[in-house]
Each structure stands twice: as structure tokens, then as C-alpha cells.
């Protein structure tokens, strides 16, 4: 405690949970290392670095999680779209019964057995009904163009930009940008996505390591005057 470590390891924050105390600060970490027994840390030995969490005060979010309900979305739209191949490019609907009728549970799944075996598979597309008997094929109301899935994988991805904070540039999308955009892009993605969080980390040292070490004479220092271009804001000495 109160000295320069001599290593450091990253850890999964899935697997650190924190220990509090009766005044609901955290006293000690368990690290769960998920063969053996779980690691206790005491506080000095951690470094907490986290981002901003809505709900919760020591939990961190990730950007992406901010857009994970997007990308959930995404996710459903491209099953679904398998499920329509499987099922013949058919959005499927509902066999209706004339008034006064009844099917029996064996009838019933007789039909859907069929049904599924003459119309399932791309193949089968645009297969012919055959007249059941009472039966009428009612389709569903939504055809597959009005779900409109390009549009929102278009807004699933505005969203991921947003929170991570990517040009387009970066993503290789280079429509109606010219090299001086492009240029000022990556200029401002550096200035106001990576730097502050650069700044951010190198605080997290500061105020949980180095502040109290030796006077606070020590800072740990990213070394971006290695990456060709990059300029640092002036901030205030620490000692």
C-alpha cells in the first residue's frame, strides 16, 4: 500500500464484484477466477476504472451496451429473415374455420403437418392452397417490404456511431466526403472520443495510486507523442 506496484493485470469486470463496508463504501474486491476459489483484493490493490452507469453508482456501462437494445434489434430482424426463407418467403397467417365448424386436436395438427411439409423451404414459394374443406388460408396483414429492414439496420448503425463516437470515415464509408472532411473527421474523433478517454484513465491513476505515493511527485502517462500527429491538450501539473 502507498507503493509504486511492481505489475499490474487487467481483469474482466464481469468477474469483480465489490465487498462494502457499513457506511456502503467498498472495502475490498472478490475476484472470481472461475477455476478455484474466488480472490479477495483489498482496495489498495485495485484500480477502478468505469464508465458512466445510469442506474447504478459503482456498476460501469459500456457504449455499446447504451446501443444494445439497437443491436438486439438487429439481431431479431436477421432471424427473422431466416425464418422467412424457411418458410417460403410466406409471412404466414391463419387457417379460419366456416362458422358452426370444429376440428378435432388430432385434425388440427393433421393440417399444420401438412401444411408444413407441402409449403415449407424456399422452394415451395408461392406454393397453391389446397381447399380444406371448410378451411380458408387468411394471410397476415404485414408483407416483409413494410418492415422496412434496411431502413432500421441504417438507424442500428447511426446508433453504434453515436455512442462510440465514429466517423464514417473510420468505418470505411467515404460517400460525399473529400480528403479535407475526412481529415478533420479523424482529427475530431481523436481530440473528443480518444483523448478524453485517455485523460480519464490516466485520472483513474492519479486519484487511486500515485497521488499518494512519494508526495505525489509520480504520474502515469499515456505516451501518444509516439503516434505520428497526435497533440495533447495543456493540463495543470499535478506536483
Partial sequence: ???????????????????FGEN???????????????????????????LVHPTSVWDGMSPLDAAGMDI????????????????????????ELSEG??????????????HEDRYKGPSNTAGPQIDMGGLKWKRNDIPHKDM????QKEINLQAVKMVLGTPDVLLGI???????????????????VLLPRIDSIEEVFWG????????????VLAAIGEIEGASRRRRPSRA
Fill in 72 to 95: 438486439r434489434q438487429e439481431y431479431n430482424v436477421g432471424i427473422w429473415n431466416g425464418a422467412f426463407l424457411e418458410n417460403g418467403c410466406d409471412p404466414g397467417g391463419r387457417y
Fill in 174 to 192: 467515404s460517400k460525399d466526403q473529400n480528403y479535407n472532411t475526412s481529415k478533420n473527421m479523424i482529427r475530431s474523433f481523436w481530440d473528443h
Fill in 101 to 114: 365448424g370444429a376440428l378435432s386436436p388430432d385434425q388440427a395438427r393433421d393440417i399444420l403437418r401438412h
Fill in 1 to 19: 500500500e502507498n507503493q509504486v506496484p511492481s505489475a499490474m493485470w487487467p481483469l474482466p469486470a464481469n468477474r469483480v464484484k465489490p465487498v
Fill in 24 to 50: 456502503g463504501l467498498p472495502v475490498a474486491w472478490v475476484y472470481d477466477p472461475g477455476k478455484g476459489k474466488p480472490i479477495r483484493l483489498e482496495s489498495h490493490q485495485v484500480l477502478y476504472d468505469h
Fill in 148 to 151: 422496412s429492414f434496411e431502413k
Fill in 208 to 219: 487511486q495510486l500515485t497521488w499518494n505515493i512519494d508526495g505525489g511527485k509520480y504520474q
